[in-house]
């Protein structure tokens, strides 16, 4: 006779946020299809229900469950707050853009909560098996999201493109995966480091080729170079709330995962994913901001921005110290704030039939609408990395890791590479302040917009100010102190 007991809840206490944002998630579908006239509550009650993930994420204090499957610690935390934030800011925005563009969908705001249950699970993810399937969870819902514009032909371009090549990433971790199982005979992460030693495979091929095979398939999500050929066709085509989405959860839970798995899996080839992290950030680098100085589209150009951003944030990563990573986790937090003011900016400016996505439709703004053309002129210097904003500051912790970790010519790198990337961003900036109007624009300042924006600039200029409180609540989350 087979004895069963009650499962104590205690056991699901460290997905207790995720298992929140899907009762959520399947609450705003019932809302829309049974209550369609209350649709307007949508945005605001996933503002409500990701504030209230937000405390109870903060209240994980290093819970392991399921066998060592999920690990909900301060270090995944940090990376939750930021997805969060992400959700949380583009909601603000999208009921803006959703009027602008006749977008009537409910189902927006539920793909973007199980987006986020996805990167909530990457975070916490102590087994490969729990992160690809959080990484599949993540991506299916913005393929969704990317090509929810049906009468759109950028919109369902863009979904394809990056449905067929995020399932060739994803084949790629697979195998990845599947190699170093049976090489280890596990997938639980920090097993896998203790069966590197104990199973003398610290020299062996085969384990390096399916790390290899991994890291390639993490660079894809986070758009490092050569696997970010994706991201400007995709974020063009994609919403616009939702491009901003995109630019910052996803890469705050690939970089979470870049960490879990070199630093704990893999902590003893260091010297040889070093190496190539370091020759991928030098080449994103190289490409994100070299091809931005061509773009006349401020979305194209904000996406070779984000490939650029990918590689400064790798120089982190790639120090294998805790220093380095930390510096990741703050900088990643910088950069949801100022890109997400700058899509904002771009939200606000689009009109029904007219997304306003040229530089030319930015001549003169600073004459017709000066507080818009004043918060896009500070989050501009901040992707610049000019001083006080939090861009700078983000970038010289950055720097100081690497240098420290003995990484000079990245360090050169990035100090040639941000100078050159101030060219595409402060021209956004001439065209504002030393150019004529091209045309009056009236700006709808919604409580969202202003919300969003108020959010963004709190966050750069008081990262930018008051630099040493981030920096340390992301050294004390990565040491689970």
Same mark, same amino acid.
């Not at 707050?81 to 009027?99: N, W, Y």
């Not at 060739?168 to 596990?186: C, D, K, Q, W």
């Not at 003398?200 to 993490?218: Q, R, S, T, V």
């Given at each position: 006779? &087979?004895?069963?007991? @009650?499962?104590?809840?205690?056991?699901?206490?460290?997905?207790?946020?995720?298992?929140?944002?899907?009762? &959520?998630?399947?609450?705003?579908?019932? =809302? $829309?299809?049974?209550?369609?006239?209350?649709?307007?509550?949508?945005?605001?009650?996933?503002?409500?229900?990701?504030?209230?993930?937000?405390?109870?994420?903060?209240?994980?204090? #290093?819970? %392991?469950?399921?066998?060592?499957?999920?690990?909900?610690?301060?270090?995944?935390?940090?990376?939750?707050?930021?997805?969060? =934030?992400?959700?949380?800011?583009?909601?603000?925005?999208?009921?803006?853009?959703?009027?602008?563009?006749?977008?009537?969908?409910?189902?927006?705001?539920?793909?973007? &909560?199980?987006?986020?249950?996805?990167?909530?699970?990457?975070?916490?993810?102590? $087994?490969?098996?729990? @992160?690809?399937?959080?990484?599949?969870?993540?991506?299916?819902?913005?393929?969704?999201?990317?090509?929810?514009?049906? #009468?759109?032909?950028?919109?369902?371009?863009?979904?394809?493109?990056?449905?067929?090549?995020?399932?060739?990433?994803?084949?790629?971790?697979?195998?990845?995966?599947?190699?170093?199982?049976?090489?280890?005979?596990?997938?639980?992460?920090?097993?896998?480091?203790?069966?590197?030693?104990?199973?003398?495979?610290?020299? #062996?091929?085969?384990?390096?080729?399916?790390?290899?095979?991994?890291?390639?398939?993490?660079?894809f999500k986070v758009a490092i170079a050569p696997f970010h050929f994706w991201t400007p066709d995709v974020y063009e085509g994609a919403p616009t709330a939702i491009t901003a989405f995109m630019s910052v959860g996803p890469k705050a839970a690939g970089f979470a995962v870049f960490g879990r798995v070199l630093f704990t899996g893999f902590?003893?080839?260091? $010297?040889?994913?070093?190496?190539?992290?370091?020759?991928?950030?030098?080449?994103?680098?190289?490409?994100?901001?070299?091809?931005?100085?061509?773009?006349?589209?401020?979305?194209?150009?904000?996406?070779?921005?984000?490939?650029?951003?990918?590689?400064?944030?790798?120089?982190?990563?790639?120090?294998?110290?805790?220093?380095?990573?930390?510096?990741?986790?703050?900088?990643?937090?910088?950069?949801?704030?100022?890109?997400?003011?700058?899509?904002?900016?771009?939200?606000?400016?689009?009109?029904?039939?007219?997304?306003?996505?040229?530089?030319?439709?930015?001549?003169?703004?600073?004459?017709?609408?000066?507080?818009?053309?004043?918060?896009?002129?500070?989050?501009?210097?901040?992707?610049?990395? &000019?001083?006080?904003?939090?861009?700078?500051?983000?970038?010289?912790?950055?720097?100081?890791?690497?240098?420290?970790?003995?990484?000079?010519?990245?360090?050169?790198?990035?100090?040639?590479?941000?100078?050159?990337?101030?060219?595409?961003?402060?021209? %956004? %900036?001439?065209?504002?302040?030393?150019? $004529?109007?091209?045309? #009056?624009?009236?700006?709808?300042?919604?409580?969202?917009?202003?919300?969003?924006?108020?959010?963004?600039?709190?966050?750069?200029?008081?990262?930018?100010?008051?630099?040493?409180?981030?920096?340390?609540?992301?050294?004390?989350?990565? =040491?689970?102190?």
């Open positions: 006779m &087979i004895n069963t007991a @009650l499962v104590s809840w205690k056991a699901f206490g460290p997905i207790i946020p995720e298992m929140f944002l899907v009762c &959520i998630g399947l609450f705003l579908i019932g =809302l $829309d299809v049974f209550a369609p006239k209350r649709r307007e509550l949508l945005p605001w009650l996933t503002v409500v229900g990701c504030l209230a993930a937000l405390l109870m994420v903060a209240g994980e204090k #290093n819970i %392991v469950g399921f066998g060592g499957m999920i690990i909900a610690d301060s270090y995944a935390a940090f990376f939750k707050v930021i997805c969060l =934030l992400g959700v949380i800011m583009a909601a603000l925005m999208s009921e803006h853009f959703r009027r602008t563009e006749g977008l009537k969908q409910g189902e927006y705001y539920s793909l973007m &909560i199980f987006s986020a249950v996805g990167m909530l699970l990457m975070a916490s993810a102590g $087994d490969l098996m729990v @992160l690809y399937l959080g990484l599949e969870l993540m991506a299916l819902s913005i393929y969704c999201l990317v090509g929810l514009p049906r #009468n759109d032909g950028r919109s369902a371009e863009a979904a394809m493109k990056y449905l067929l090549m995020g399932g060739f990433a994803s084949a790629i971790l697979l195998y990845g995966i599947s190699i170093v199982y049976g090489l280890t005979g596990t997938t639980n992460i920090s097993q896998i480091a203790k069966f590197t030693v104990s199973g003398n495979l610290l020299h #062996n091929p085969a384990l390096l080729a399916g790390l290899g095979l991994m890291i390639a398939a993490f660079c902590p003893q080839f260091h $010297d040889q994913w070093g190496i190539l992290l370091s020759s991928l950030a030098l080449l994103t680098m190289a490409i994100g901001n070299i091809t931005a100085l061509s773009q006349t589209s401020i979305k194209r150009m904000l996406a070779y921005s984000a490939v650029a951003h990918a590689g400064y944030s790798l120089l982190g990563v790639l120090s294998g110290t805790a220093e380095g990573m930390s510096a990741t986790m703050t900088y990643l937090l910088t950069y949801g704030f100022m890109n997400m003011g700058a899509f904002a900016i771009l939200v606000l400016l689009a009109s029904p039939g007219n997304r306003r996505e040229s530089l030319e439709d930015y001549k003169g703004l600073s004459k017709t609408n000066p507080l818009a053309a004043f918060l896009m002129l500070i989050f501009m210097f901040s992707l610049t990395g &000019i001083p006080p904003t939090a861009g700078f500051v983000g970038k010289f912790y950055l720097l100081k890791a690497a240098l420290g970790a003995g990484y000079t010519m990245t360090v050169i790198g990035l100090v040639i590479f941000s100078s050159i990337s101030a060219f595409f961003y402060l021209r %956004v %900036v001439r065209y504002m302040y030393m150019s $004529d109007p091209q045309e #009056n624009i009236a700006l709808d300042f919604t409580p969202g917009i202003y919300a969003v924006l108020g959010i963004a600039l709190l966050g750069v200029l008081g990262i930018g100010l008051f630099p040493g409180s981030v920096i340390g609540q992301a050294a004390t989350a990565l =040491l689970g102190q």
